[in-house]
Structure formats: C-alpha cells, structure tokens
C-alpha cells in the first residue's frame, strides 16, 4: 500500500510564503513523477507543478515565477516553495504521485490534501 502524507499547509497573508510538503511511503519500485494539484469548492481540481522522475518540471501559468516545485534526493519527498501569495491561491493543495509498484505499472495515489489560506 502506497500511502502519502503531506504536510505544510496553514493560513498566510497575501504576499506572504508557505512551503508544502509530501512524502510517499510504501513499496515503490519507481516514481514516474510527484506533483502538486490544487481544488477549490465547486471547481474542478487543477495543476499546479509536478516533476517527473528524471527532474522536469512543469508549472501551470499562474503560479510560474512564484512557485517551486524540488524532491529530496530519494526521490520520495517532494516539496512545494510557494511565495508572493494570493487569495486567489486558496485552496485545498493535494499531493500526486504516479509509481510502479508491487504488480502496479503506472498507478496514481493522491494524499488527503493540505488546506492553505491566503487572507488579503
């Protein structure tokens, strides 16, 4: 069972800095990629940057330049640096990963999310 957790989120004034957080526990042979979507009430959920198992990144526009997307060196954790927030930002963040497991070739997990709040 491939679980993750996530950590980080909170409230922040606009402009402000919050740093995301998720780790993947469980037997993985590989991690395809890691990524970051975000969802608010009655909308649907969205990208907002993964990075695949060789390193490339993918950004959606509105958060290129504020946001960065980084993993730990195994490859496992992968972290979201987000600054010069917005209350547009709001949202419940969710973590992703698609990994080749235990009888498992490509599979997505998602973690519970991480609520994040950005007050004007």
């Known amino acids: 069972q491939v679980q993750l957790v996530e950590s980080g989120g909170g409230l922040v004034q606009a402009g402000g800095s919050l740093r995301l957080s998720c780790a993947a526990s469980?037997?993985?042979?590989?991690?395809?990629?890691m990524g970051w979507y975000r969802q608010d009430p009655g909308k649907q959920r969205e990208l907002v940057a993964t990075?695949?198992?060789?390193?490339?990144?993918t950004y959606a526009d509105f958060v290129k330049g504020r946001f960065t997307i980084s993993r730990a060196n195994d490859k496992s954790t992968v972290d979201l640096q987000m600054n010069s927030l917005k209350p547009e930002d709001t949202a419940l963040y969710s973590c992703?990963?698609?990994?080749?497991?235990?009888?498992?070739?490509?599979?997505?997990?998602w973690g519970k999310g991480t609520l994040v709040t950005v007050s004007s």
């Open positions: 990075i695949s198992g060789g390193g490339i990144t």
């Open positions: 992703n990963t698609n990994i080749d497991g235990v009888g498992i070739f490509r599979k997505d997990y």
């Open positions: 469980g037997i993985i042979f590989n991690i395809n990629s």
